[in-house]
């Protein structure tokens, strides 16, 4: 995973103007240089192409792998992972010069062209230059797992990005956008813009409604597979470990499987898993048991509320939304630490709620064929939700999420289903134990007690939202922090300050604030998802009970009257008692005492674990960034 920034079709009449745009290249993609800390490069083709890449290197990690590439008449930039790279090289006699699977992006289009695209297996963004056809080519993986954004020039010139931070405030820039999952671009003679490239029936067929009965074997095997093609690396790697279902079977996974793919580094006897929690939530609890049942190396680290506080500023800037950030101040959190002890890769679980309808929300579907059509919105809307989380939160520190449940041929299986096979129904026992609870199928398909991959307790674990299971307090403190930052005369006056999706919570009043401090553009605002949700539903789903329309909308799963509530879960003390709301923190000295808590840390895992622990070769605490907040005026308590 990278940051890619690219400026096509500039119109320039000097040398000068050359470097002048040069010059403005590399400032703008500066401003995502978090997403590629391991080095810089600009190409300009003296066409009026210019292309900059902020290098994360996961595969192929020495100099040879840096980018652009350049090759006699074409030059391009990718961001991503094609895990098939080297089959694609061995079928196709394709010569190589370097060991990086960006590498075959061009390769591929000099002899397919855009019909290159469905054979990479994947996630990726990427802009190819055709100097000799005097084109320009870019798409976006299937379901949009890699970031990319498309800006367009007032001269008439095209832009891409990884991410809106490079088009804001760019007076050249009349107006940008997201670019859509599974589309191409082509630009130049013969372009035809915007195309999708990625149309399963499930997908295009507006009124399909699958008929294929459940096969376990196949699902089991589909999600192996998945998870270990998702093991190429060059780099230390481990697996975010959450304790609900998803993230305990990929690990569990990578652990019995890690073998079965040799394209990976050899960095550790075991495999390294990480969660993160106020102390005491559901999810520690949860996380312990499943590592002591895998024997992964298990790193658990915890947050306060107040700490969570203080990051939302941070948050909002890096998500680029003011939604998600329940469940991203966590994630955020993590990858700091996870950075710290120097892993770049992680593997994550996002994708199964959406595709297996494991929400909470989806006991009240009222019919299989709207089960099945909230599956596909919540599916194709992931961009703009979890996988954009996943995918922003982590990158922030330089840390790289793959999701196997967002795999091209796991999702034919899986949205192919009947959904009858899918519905939750709590009196209903297919096997004469266990209900149909959400995402039956999956926990059936990995039910193997003569070799179990999960404790039973584990595997039929009821789904806890993130922002909920690392702990109720955060979500709870969040809410109450807005109530005293937010008076109710600027609520009331939400319309006028927000004239466009005006926020209904004070929480939301909040973020909003945030997020136009750092994005006042109208083209950033279009970007956020809008409409209202019932714990983590779709607006349309909304309509499933009279009682969600007429509610203001709560995104936790607490929302829903089946959540069975982690009474285990106790503070010692009220949460909010340990919240300052009118100190201003002192950054150095929080900074200071940060890094003299991690060191020690970091010098007792190296004690505990030797020289395979994850602190081998890890960057210096002292050399950590200090975030800085917005300079735009603050809110009242920061």
């Not at 320009?136 to 890699?146: E, K, P, S, T, V």
């Not at 890690?258 to 520690?284: C, M, Q, R, V, Y």
């Not at 009220?574 to 900074?591: L, R």
Request: overall charge negative; charged content about 25%; glycine content about 8%.
């Amino acid at each position: 995973m990278c940051g890619i920034f690219a400026i096509c079709g500039l119109a320039w009449d000097s040398n000068s103007c050359e470097r002048e745009w040069r010059k403005k290249v590399v400032k703008l993609s500066k401003r995502q240089r978090h997403r590629g800390p391991d080095w810089e490069s600009i190409y300009s083709d003296g066409r009026g192409n210019i292309l900059a890449h902020q290098r994360l290197a996961i595969v192929g990690v020495g100099e040879q792998g840096d980018q652009p590439f350049v090759r006699p008449g074409i030059s391009w930039i990718a961001n991503g992972e094609i895990y098939n790279h080297e089959k694609l090289t061995s079928q196709f006699f394709l010569e190589r010069e370097t060991t990086s699977d960006s590498e075959i992006v061009g390769l591929l289009y000099k002899k397919f062209g855009t019909a290159c695209i469905p054979m990479m297996d994947g996630f990726f963004a990427f802009v190819v230059v055709d100097e000799e056809q005097g084109t320009i080519f870019a798409a976006r993986d299937h379901m949009g797992l890699a970031s990319m954004y498309v800006a367009y020039g007032k001269d008439g010139s095209v832009w891409f990005s990884s991410e809106l931070k490079p088009f804001v405030g760019v007076e050249e820039i009349e107006r940008y956008e997201l670019f859509p999952p599974g589309h191409m671009y082509t630009g130049g003679p013969g372009g035809k813009g915007m195309e999708r490239w990625y149309s399963p029936k499930w997908l295009d067929e507006a009124n399909y409604v699958p008929t294929n009965p459940v096969n376990y074997d196949l699902i089991r095997k589909t999600t192996i597979d998945a998870v270990v093609k998702r093991l190429m690396t060059d780099v230390p790697f481990g697996v975010l470990l959450s304790g609900g279902l998803d993230s305990s079977l990929v690990s569990a996974i990578a652990v019995r499987h890690l073998h079965d793919n040799t394209s990976h580094l050899e960095w550790s006897e075991k495999i390294h898993s990480f969660s993160i929690g106020i102390e005491g939530a559901p999810d520690l609890i949860a996380a312990k048991k499943v590592a002591d049942h895998l024997g992964t190396v298990h790193h658990e680290f915890h947050f306060t509320p107040q700490e969570a506080l203080d990051a939302l500023p941070d948050v909002v800037y890096h998500l680029e939304s003011y939604e998600q950030v329940r469940a991203s101040v966590p994630m955020f959190l993590l990858s700091r630490k996870i950075k710290a002890l120097g892993v770049k890769m992680v593997l994550s679980g996002e994708g199964a709620d959406e595709t297996l309808g494991g929400y909470l929300y989806f006991h009240k579907a009222p019919s299989p064929q709207e089960f099945h059509k909230e599956c596909v919105r919540k599916t194709t809307r992931l961009h703009q939700w979890d996988v954009m989380r996943a995918n922003k939160t982590t990158m922030a520190w330089g840390v790289e999420a793959r999701s196997p449940f967002m795999d091209k041929e796991w999702l034919e299986v899986v949205m192919n289903i009947r959904p009858e096979d899918k519905m939750i129904d709590m009196k209903d026992c297919p096997d004469g134990v266990h209900p149909r609870m959400e995402k039956y199928l999956l926990r059936k398909a990995f039910d193997t007690p003569e070799n179990p991959y999960l404790p039973e307790s584990v595997l039929w674990r009821q789904k806890e939202q993130f922002s909920d299971g690392v702990g109720y307090d955060w979500v709870d403190s969040l809410k109450e922090y807005a109530e005293v930052e937010i008076s109710d005369a600027d609520f009331a006056a939400r319309v006028t300050r927000f004239p466009f999706n005006p926020p209904e919570t004070k929480e939301y009043y909040m973020l909003r604030t945030l997020f136009d401090e750092f994005f006042p553009d109208k083209s950033a605002l279009d970007s956020v998802p809008t409409g209202k949700s019932i714990a983590c539903s779709t607006p349309e789903a909304v309509a499933w009970d009279p009682t969600w329309m007429k509610s203001t909308g709560d995104i936790s799963g607490r929302a829903i009257d089946v959540h069975t509530f982690s009474g285990d879960f106790i503070v010692g003390e009220s949460t909010m008692d340990q919240i300052s709301f009118d100190e201003e923190p002192d950054e150095e000295e929080a900074h200071k005492s940060m890094k003299e808590e991690l060191a020690s840390s970091l010098a007792q895992l190296s004690q505990n674990n030797g020289p395979n622990s994850a602190t081998a070769g890890a960057p210096m605490v002292s050399d950590m960034p200090l975030l800085r907040r917005s300079q735009a005026p603050p809110l009242r308590g920061w």
